[in-house]
């Protein structure tokens, strides 16, 4: 088996992976960058409201409250150190990326734009246009082409890391264009494989969201994190679960229900639509049992209202979701509301690490949607997460860095019996495999399943109910059948390969949920509806056993030394 050596090995072509690749060749070492798919694929690319970051002074607003809206959205279990560090760096970086060619909207006057989100006292999120995640990635991708030193493997799948003596040292990943495993030697190895979210069935995720570095990483020791949060968005297009950009409403729209009533007065009064996101999703489904959704051939759903805001403004600031409505739903929102629903969004959890991206396993980083190093707690912010992607991909990158320059490269038999173990068992578990049970289905019903038990509410009954399903569904798996045995872009082996990722995780989402016996951000429990401070101030990690994942509790981070900005007490979270 061919081994491919760099001082730095990254995982995920996206945002988070891109910023983390520029920042190790600027610290002059070799970088191997590995993607499933061309970088410009990545999911980041999807992203349409804008990044946030405190870049204009004439708002009233100030790093601190950028840091108070972040532990507040968050439900108060977001460790504060970390908040604090990513709010004093998101305007360097954001304009460090308009210097590397990102094209910022601005005013007549030239001053850089900013619009309301949901959850932030004042405007502060940058955007370009409603297709803000397509250009940061854009010029992000752009600017890894000047370094020779990062050197791409495009369309390459990672199946496994490489551990030995507890450090990791590498990965293996199979060719897609050729078929053929490849072992990959580093001396530091950084996650930035993004989220999860076709652990659903209706969700935002583009197709390659199926947790790849989450599962490796799990099945490797490594702790994930406060995996019972996804994020539902309040407005998704019924049928695709097309995201309909929360700038929609920044920039003035309406969410009414079926009597043409804006209902979220009787929910978040004094913000409306510019509520948070976890707060409206639970408002809309509320709406929808109290008779007053809308019936369509995909379910109930609820009315987006732009007309107001004139063709001229959504021409101007949200082209992309005139284009996504039309094409999509056939309507034109410049004369017809645009129907909407809850959608799976975002995983607020990840692989655990510190602030410097560091996993438990040393050798072992992660950053993006895929890390969960403490910003995000119970409900992600709304815009924070592409300056996440630049402030913490930046930092790992660095850090992991520093690490890689202090030890040699590995390699050596142990590792070369790991790789060769792993295609063997890829080989003898899928291509030679001749069982009964098909990927798509087995895929689909888990999909099901997550949408029936583990969605906007929940229940203990419920949660248990998923939990059966899924360890149904992955003893199933263990019979699975691949009709396709060739080497060249066997898709249905990647899709296996996926499924064995998507249905460890099902039980890392799960396990928790049943154990939080409280509401508090995006776990909403029909059981236990309080936040309970006393017992659950705390991030979960879950470590993989046997016998499915061990649950322990760390305390979120409240108090700090060298604090600059004033910490957050936990209070009642009301807007």
């Known amino acids: 088996m061919d081994n491919l050596s760099h001082d730095i090995l990254i995982i995920g072509g996206g945002l988070a992976g891109l910023r983390a690749a520029t920042a190790a060749a600027n610290e002059g070492l070799s970088v191997g960058l590995v993607s499933k798919v061309y ?13 946030a970051a405190v870049v204009r002074d004439d708002t009233g607003d100030s790093l601190q409250l950028h840091f108070e809206d972040t532990v507040k959205g968050s439900d108060f279990i977001a460790d504060q150190n970390v908040v604090e560090f990513f709010v004093h760096e998101a305007p360097n970086e954001l304009i460090q990326l ?9 005013e007549p ?17 940058m955007f370009a246009a409603d297709k803000s995640g397509f250009h940061m990635l854009h010029a992000m991708f752009q600017t890894t082409l000047r370094f020779d030193r990062v050197h791409r493997y495009d369309e390459y799948f990672v ?5 030995e003596d507890g450090t990791c040292k590498g990965v293996v990943a199979i060719d897609m264009r050729t078929g053929e495993f490849r072992m990959f030697t580093a001396k530091a190895t950084i996650l930035a494989t993004g989220g999860c979210g076709r652990l659903w069935a209706f969700t935002t995720n583009a197709f390659i969201n199926t947790g790849d570095g989450l599962g490796i990483a799990y099945r490797a020791g490594a702790p994930l994190s406060d995996m019972e949060f996804p994020q539902y968005h309040p407005t998704g297009l019924p049928g695709t679960g097309i995201l309909i950009t929360e700038a929609a409403r920044g920039e003035g729209g309406y969410l009414i229900n079926k009597d043409g009533d804006r209902f979220l007065k009787d929910y978040v009064p004094t913000r409306m639509e510019l509520g948070p996101r976890d707060i409206i999703s639970r408002a809309m489904m509320q709406e929808f049992e109290a008779g007053r959704g809308i019936q369509g051939h995909f379910g109930e759903y609820l009315h987006l209202d732009l007309r107001h805001l004139g063709e001229a403004k959504i021409n101007q600031k949200l082209p992309f979701v005139r284009e996504l409505a039309e094409n999509y739903v056939g309507i034109d929102p410049v004369h017809e509301p645009i129907p909407v629903r809850p959608v799976v969004h975002y995983m607020m959890g990840g692989v655990r690490c510190d602030i410097d991206g560091q996993t438990p396993i040393p050798g072992l980083y992660a950053c993006g949607e895929c890390a969960q190093e403490g910003l995000n707690g119970g409900n992600r912010l709304g815009s924070n997460s592409l300056t996440e992607c630049l402030v913490f991909g930046n930092r790992t990158g660095r850090v992991a860095s520093q690490y890689a320059k202090g030890i040699n490269m590995p390699g050596g038999a ?8 792993e295609e063997r068992r890829v080989t003898t578990r899928f291509i030679e495999a001749n069982g009964n ?8 019903e888990l999909q099901m399943a997550m949408e029936r038990n583990v969605g906007v509410y929940r229940t203990r009954e419920g949660l248990e109910q998923a939990a059966k399903d899924i360890r149904e569904l992955q003893e199933r798996f263990k019979r ?13 082996l990647t899709a296996a390969l996926e499924l064995e990722n998507m249905l460890d995780i099902a039980e890392t989402v799960v396990a928790p949920a049943i154990l939080r016996e409280e509401s508090r951000g995006s776990q909403a429990r029909r059981d236990f509806p309080d936040r309970d401070d006393k017992n659950f101030l705390a991030h979960s990690l879950m470590f993989k056993t046997p016998d499915g994942p061990r649950v322990e509790w760390q305390e979120s981070v409240i108090e700090w030394p060298g604090a600059i900005l004033k910490e957050m007490v936990p209070v009642a979270r009301a807007y």
């Open 39 to 51: 970088p410009m694929r990545s999911h980041t690319v999807s992203a349409e409201g804008g990044a």
């Open 98 to 106: 308009e210097h590397w060619g990102c094209p910022w909207s601005r």
């Open 109 to 125: 006057d030239g001053t850089v734009s900013v619009r309301a989100f949901g959850g932030m006292s004042v405007n502060r999120t």
């Open 159 to 163: 199946t496994k890391l490489l551990i």
């Open 414 to 421: 142990s590792l070369e019996s790991q790789a060769n173990d």
């Open 437 to 444: 049970e098909r990927v798509g289905l087995i895929r689909t």
């Open 480 to 492: 699975v059948r691949l009709d396709d045995k060739s080497k060249v872009f066997n898709t249905e």
